[in-house]
C-alpha cells in the first residue's frame, strides 16, 4: 500500500471516529444559552459585548432555524479541526504523512472528553469554529514555511483574523504562533519579529472593527481582565489543567475509569520512560498550553463542571500533543491496547453526555410545549427554575429568548422567584391563578441556585 493510499485511509479513520463519537449529538436540539445566541446574536454579537459575527450571524444565515444542521456543522469542524491537526502534527513531529504520531494526534484529540461540551453545545461552537479558523492560519504558515509563497502568508493571516472575529480568546495567537516557530521551526529572530507585528497589524484591525460595530473595544470578558486576582489565577491553573485532561466528577463511572487509565499512563511511564528525556519538551508545550489558557484563568468559570471545558477546546490541543509525544515512546503493544481502552472509553462516556444534552432539550421542549398549550394570562411566575438538571444545563439563560423562538406571547412579564439546580429533571407543574400562570418545578435538588 502506497503512501497516497495510506494517507487517504488514516484520513477516512479520522473522520469516520468523530461522527462515531458525536452522531448523537446531530439530534440534540437547542438548551440554555442557545436560543440567546440565536435570537439575539442573528446580528453578529449578543448584549454581553461578545462580538462573533463569523459564529454567530454566519449560524443564522447559513442554517436558520434548521438546528440539526447547526449541530452537523459542529461535528463536520470538528472532524476537519482533526484532519488539520494531523497535519500540523506531521510538522511538528518532522514527520511525513501518513505517520504515527500525527495520526495518534488527531485520534485523541477527537476523543478527548473535555471536547463534547464545545462540539455538542451550540453556544460552545465558537471554541470549535475559532480553533478551525486558527489551525488554518497555522498550516497556511508551515507552508510558507516550506516553499516561502506569499499568497500562503498573507492567508494565515486572514484565517487569524477569521478566527478573532468567531471568539475572543483567540488573541493569544498573537505570541503562541510565534513561540511555535521559533521553537519548532527555528526562525531567526529577524523573521519572528516581522511575523509578530503583521500578526499585531492584524490585531488592531480587529479591534477598530469591533469598535466601529459595538463602541466597546474589549466586551464584558475583557473588564474581567481588568481586575486581576493573582490567588484565583493561580487556583485557577491547576483547576483547568486537571480539567483538561479529565471529565468532571459527575461524570461517574466514567471519572474513575479515566483515573484509572491515567493511572496505568503513569506507572508505564515511570518504569519505562525517562523523565530526563521529556523534560525540555514539557516545557514547551506546557509553557503553549498555560499561554493559550490565559485568556481564561481571571474569569469567573465554574472549573469544577463542564462549564469551563469549552474555554479548554484550542488549549487543550497544546497537552494532547505532549501526551502524544510521551505516549509514542513507549512499546507498541503497550501502546495498542492502552489506547483501545481510552477510545472504547471515550465513546461510551461521549454518547452518555449527549443523551443527557438530547434528554435536556426534550424536557425544555416539553416545558415551552406545555407553555404554549395555556392562554389568558398576563404574566408568568416561575418557581424554582432549573439552572442545571441532570448534569447539563438547562434554563440558566435564554428564557424569554426561547419563549420568542417557539412562538409563545412574546409580551408577557416572566419573574422568576428562585433558580435551583436538580439531579434529574424535575416535575413542572402549571396552574393559571387569575391572570397569572404559576409555574413551578419540584425534584431532587443539587444545589441552591442564586
Known sequence: MNNSVKTIVAGTIIVVMTFLCYFISIDSGLISDDYKILVQGSNGFTDHQFFRPGTFWLNMALFGRCVSLYHLCNVILHAGNA????????????????????????????????????????????????????????????????????FYFLTAFACWFAALCTYESTWVGLWIIPMIFYWKRNWPWKKILRLFFSLLLVFLSYLLLRNQFMGDWIGTYGELHQKVDVAHI???????????????YEGGIYFWLYVFWYFLFLLIFIFRLSFRIMAKPA???????????????NLGIASRNTEGERFLYLPGIFLIVYFVDVFSRMQISVQKWMLTLFIIISVFYLIQVQQKWRCSHQQILSFYHQMKQQKDYHVIEIINLPVLANGTYALRVGLQEGMRWHGIQQKVPVQVRSRKSFREWPKCQMNLHSDTLLVKFTGNELETGN
Open 234 to 248: 493561580i487556583i485557577n491553573l491547576f483547576r483547568f489543567t486537571f480539567r483538561a485532561m479529565m471529565p468532571p
Open 283 to 297: 516545557m514547551v508545550y506546557l509553557c503553549l498550553f498555560l499561554c493559550a489558557l490565559f485568556p481564561v484563568l
Open 83 to 150: 484532519i488539520l491537526l494531523w497535519y500540523i502534527g506531521a510538522q511538528w513531529f518532522k514527520a511525513k504523512l501518513p505517520s504515527y504520531r500525527p495520526f495518534l494526534t488527531a485520534i485523541f484529540f477527537v476523543c478527548w472528553p473535555t471536547h463534547v461540551d464545545s462540539v455538542v453545545w451550540i453556544s460552545g461552537a465558537a471554541s470549535v469554529f475559532s480553533t478551525f479558523f486558527f489551525l488554518c492560519s497555522l498550516y497556511c504558515l508551515f507552508q510558507f514555511d516550506k516553499n516561502g509563497k506569499s
